[in-house]
């Protein structure tokens, strides 16, 4: 398996403009995260989803995110609108067994 | 969810073993202790876990105290490719699924 997969690997948006992250898991995965990483805040975990439904949200910062999961095989999460402050590292990560989860390169995205 | 307190950064030389302590006072019963690294540009990676004993793999010793209050990821021959920042993380209650990362221990290893 190649791994968790994210696209694009970087991301350079103007304030104001819809973005839109995604993420193949590993196959057999039932378990997705989303993942945010910057410097002040370190990573926080934004939501999780199990067999494609979203069973935590607390993290997601604001209404402007969302994230879906139509299938077992790919995720997606989006901005709208971003702003500057939103630039960070998102992750994704899958998980089947509850005590390892397998992250992907993550994302890095700088909205100017 | 329950805490952990990790020194912010630590060295070791090459070849050496490195100890990197982890303080989990507030653990329940059901929490597992999970480590994972950061190597630099990269995201996280899985390196070991543990409930009650200690736990050996290809990557790394697990050490867990008797009480739970603290544990100890041993690397047992440090390489630079070690250097990273390393998370010790607690299961999230009943759910283990959820990882909270806090800041880690930025480990140096020197050639």
């Known amino acids: 398996d190649a791994g968790v997969i994210q696209s694009p690997r970087h991301e350079v948006t103007e304030m104001g403009q819809e973005v839109t992250l995604r993420c193949k898991p590993i196959s057999g995965h039932d378990y997705l995260f989303w993942y945010r990483q910057t410097m002040m805040r370190g990573l926080e975990l934004l939501i999780y989803f199990n067999n494609n439904v979203p069973i935590d949200d607390s993290g997601m910062p604001e209404d402007r995110f969302s994230a879906k999961m139509p299938n077992a095989s790919f995720s997606t999460l989006k901005i709208q609108p971003s702003e500057p402050r939103d630039s960070a590292v998102y992750f994704c990560a899958s998980s089947f067994l509850p005590t390892e989860a397998f992250f992907g390169q993550g994302t890095r995205l700088t909205v100017v | ?111």
């Open chain 2, 1 to 111: 969810d329950a805490k952990t307190t990790q020194p912010n950064s630590m060295e070791s030389n090459e070849e050496e073993p490195v100890h990197l302590p982890c303080n989990h006072s507030t653990i329940s019963g059901t929490d597992y202790i999970h480590w994972y690294r950061q190597l630099p540009s990269q995201g996280p990676e899985y390196v070991i876990h543990g409930l009650t004993s200690n736990v050996n793999n290809r990557m790394a010793s697990l050490a867990i105290a008797e009480d739970r209050k603290s544990s100890t990821l041993i690397l047992h021959r440090a390489t630079l490719r070690d250097a990273a920042v390393y998370y010790c993380i607690l299961g999230s209650g009943g759910s283990n699924y959820k990882l909270t990362f806090g800041k880690g221990t930025l480990l140096t290893v020197n050639p």
